[in-house]
């Protein structure tokens, strides 16, 4: 996998869609859980198993029974050691209390002082044997009340609460409902995690990996289409894009290569009549055939500029169709910046000493070769000087430098002319782009598109820096070692 490719997929778990989902879904899920067993409680609470009334009676009474048995059988009993075993014995909470006061309760066990303040009523009333009713108050939920009557007399009464409390339901409740909403919980996310999330997310991985290759240029990338839904959907949507993407751009590439076909063919053609035009030309400015009158004598000097003027926009024609062609092979040796640097003197020097301008050469530690076709390089170098010298005033100076930066070489024309002003920079490697500022009209507006080409060739790159009035600064930039 590229490595742009592993980079985009190694975001953390927060910032992933996918987690994001599957988090949002695991809480959802347990709030839901938590939801229905908090309901099956209030639920065990309010129903009392469907007849809570009758169930209270009965408990109490069957109790009230057990002890009154209990005492007939034994009247020495110790009522409250046999009722406190009995009560621990019981499925449910019940409590007796006697006319001192002391109440008997299950371990744990809480009663109400409604209830007892109640319980103690009924013991006062003393009403005869036989005659003792179940009683049923109605706090805040239903409580049975039955007296325990051994020989006519009142001992102690029972008393049965609602069979449970939310409390006392949820801690009975607690662990098999806490195993089976975990049970639930890790059972439902495991299967959403790979019957809904895993699938999508495996699909938006491919779908991420066929856009990072595309972005660097794999014509084959293809989403996965398989499906129906929304990420099916945008994958169709990506491999037409894919599709047209690529037939725009081998459109684009045909049409640029029947451009500069044309572009050669024209200025190939071109080649036969400018030569017979000079030919003409130069023939009409000998004495013999000269025109008589001044005129005329300048109208044919002017058709030479002309001519010439158009040979050297169809030879830089011809050579900007072929660098950027490719239509030639580079002659690619370690080339000494010292004899390139001379080979510039010798034909720029003249007219910058004519100029008053100086032309200096430096060569820093590092800079002294430089792997490139000598022809070409020396070209581009003639283009960026001649450049320079057209917009040096006299008593400015042209620098031509080589320095080492880094594993590359640099090839520097720095001039004091009046600069280029900032909203062409981007612009002066453009194909005839002039402005006064940046381009002689005496130039071809095709010489920095040819040094850009050059360097391109070359695997390397061309910039310019300008501080108008100040200097100006064209660097080329190469690599420092034979390209392969």
């Keep these: 996998m590229p490595e742009q490719s592993r980079q985009a997929m190694s975001r953390t778990r927060f ?20 939801a229905q067993g ?3 409680i209030w639920l065990a609470v309010r129903t009392e198993g469907g007849q809570p009334t009758r169930m209270l009676t009965d408990v109490a009474e069957l109790l009230a029974t057990d002890l009154v048995s209990a005492l007939e059988t034994n009247a020495d009993l110790d009522l409250r050691l046999y009722a406190r075993q009995r009560l621990a014995d019981l499925h449910r909470p019940a409590f007796l209390l006697f006319p001192d006061g002391r109440v008997v309760a299950p371990p744990g066990a809480r009663v109400l002082p409604a209830l007892v303040r109640f319980a103690r009523r009924r013991l006062e009333r003393a009403e005869p044997a036989g005659d003792e009713p179940v009683e049923v108050l109605r706090l805040r939920r239903p409580t049975a009340f039955a007296p325990v009557v051994f020989r006519g007399r009142t001992v102690a009464v029972v008393i049965v609460p609602p069979l449970r409390g939310p409390r006392r339901v949820a801690n009975e409740f607690a662990p098999w409902l806490a195993s089976s909403l975990a049970t639930l919980l890790i059972g439902g996310t495991g299967l959403a995690a790979l019957l809904l999330f895993r699938p999508a997310q495996t699909r938006l991985r491919a779908l991420e990996e066929a856009a990072v290759r595309l972005g660097a240029g794999d014509r084959s990338a293809r989403a996965p289409e398989g499906g129906l839904d929304e990420i099916s959907d945008v994958a169709r949507a990506f491999n037409r894009m894919a599709d047209d993407l690529f037939a725009r751009q081998d459109e684009l ?7 500069r076909q044309l572009l ?25 055939f000269a025109p008589t009158t001044k005129e005329g004598r300048s109208a044919v000097t002017v058709i030479q500029e002309e001519v010439e003027r158009i040979e050297r926009v169809v030879e830089d024609l011809l050579d900007l169709a072929r660098y ?25 020097g003249p007219a910058a000493r004519e100029g008053s301008i100086r032309l200096e050469r430096r060569i820093e530690a590092g800079g002294e070769q430089v792997w490139g076709d000598p022809l070409r390089l020396e070209q581009a170098l003639q283009n960026l000087v001649a450049n320079a010298l057209r917009h040096t005033p006299a008593g400015g100076a042209v620098t031509i430098r080589a320095a080492r930066r880094d594993q590359r070489t640099v090839l520097q024309v ?14 002066i490697f453009e194909r005839f782009y002039k402005t006064d500022a940046s381009r002689s009209q005496q130039g071809s507006g095709l010489g920095l598109s040819i040094v850009r080409a050059i360097a391109e060739r070359h695997g390397g790159r061309v910039s310019a820096e300008s501080t108008p009035g100040v200097e100006t600064v064209f660097e080329i930039d190469l690599p420092n070692a034979q390209k392969s």
């Design 38 to 40: 908090a309901m099956f």
């Design 264 to 288: 050669a063919d024209v200025s190939h053609e071109l080649r036969t009549p400018l030569t017979a035009i000079r030919g003409y030309a130069e023939t009409l400015a000998l004495p013999r």
């Design 414 to 427: 720095r001039d004091t002319g009046s600069g280029i002003p900032p909203e062409h920079l981007p612009h």
């Design 253 to 259: 590439a045909q049409s640029d290569r029947t451009r």
């Design 15 to 34: 910032h992933s869609l996918y987690w994001r989902v599957a988090a949002g879904f695991i809480v959802l899920l347990a709030l839901m859980l938590a």
């Design 324 to 348: 950027e062609a490719g239509a030639f092979e580079l002659a690619i040796e370690p080339v000494p910046t010292a004899d390139l640097f001379a080979r510039i003197d010798a034909r720029h």
